[in-house]
């Protein structure tokens, strides 16, 4: 079985700074690794996606995360974070099998202060 | 492409009553999944389709839920005798079904509030 770790449930930045959201996973196979961001009112977008290959990945709007297989770590970044990135970011994983479920972190909220 | 679509989207209900909630997937999309989503928490796997065929059931849904895909394009998620406990937003999302990296497209949910 998997499960999602983040550290952080609310991270409050000054805008133009930059953002670090944390994500440790557990799993016992090789997995599949996402973030996914929740803006107000709205369905799951997804950010970014490690498949294979380069440990850093990078999605939209700007953002990178690091694959880290020692420390079991996903970590998500933005070197300038603006107005618009307040939203709830969610940490993903998913293992190799058919079905391919999504087990989620319980998120984490970021909140950009003028 | 719409995109994955959930109706309604929102919906308020008093214990004890049923309500349904319907997922149109994206065009040619085979699997479908079903996600809640409480306060404060991601979202927990509950089903997912296959076509029509249902393949997997978290044990978060109990004997009150049924999902059903009778024609492999829409879904619908029945709750039977409503419980405070269920109040929550569910998601329901889908992709392809060739390799197990594509992408789960999400809906933008239907948020359910039990009195």
């Known amino acids: 079985a998997q499960s999602v770790t983040q550290l952080d449930s609310q991270v409050p930045v000054f805008e133009e700074a930059p953002v670090e959201l944390r994500c440790n996973y557990s799993?016992?196979?090789?997995?599949?690794l996402f973030w996914y961001v929740q803006y107000p009112n709205q369905g799951l977008q997804l950010l970014l996606k490690?498949?294979?290959?380069?440990?850093l990945v990078k999605g939209i709007n700007g953002f990178e995360a690091e694959f880290n297989k020692s420390q079991t770590s996903f970590h998500l970044r933005k070197p300038s974070v603006h107005i618009s990135d307040t939203a709830e970011y969610f940490c993903?994983?998913?293992?190799?099998?058919?079905?391919?479920?999504?087990?989620f972190g319980s998120g984490t909220r970021l909140s950009i202060r003028p | 492409d719409t995109g994955v679509s959930q109706n309604p989207r929102h919906k308020i209900t008093k214990r004890g009553q049923n309500v349904t909630f319907r997922c149109d997937p994206i065009?040619?999309?085979?699997?479908l999944y079903w996600y809640r989503q409480t306060l404060g928490q991601g979202p927990e796997f509950l089903t997912y389709?296959?076509?029509?065929?249902?393949?997997?059931k978290s044990r978060l849904l109990s004997d009150r839920f049924s999902a059903e895909r009778p024609k492999g394009s829409f879904s619908t998620l029945e709750i039977q005798r409503t419980e405070q406990g269920d109040s929550a937003m569910y998601l329901c999302a889908s992709r392809p079904s060739g390799g197990s990296t594509d992408t789960q497209y999400f809906g933008p949910g239907t948020r359910l509030t039990v009195l």
């Open positions: 993903a994983v998913s293992d190799f099998s058919s079905a391919s479920k999504i087990i």
């Open positions: 389709f296959q076509n029509e065929a249902q393949l997997e």
């Open positions: 490690y498949l294979s290959g380069s440990t």
């Open positions: 065009s040619e999309h085979n699997r």
């Open positions: 799993s016992s196979v090789s997995v599949y």
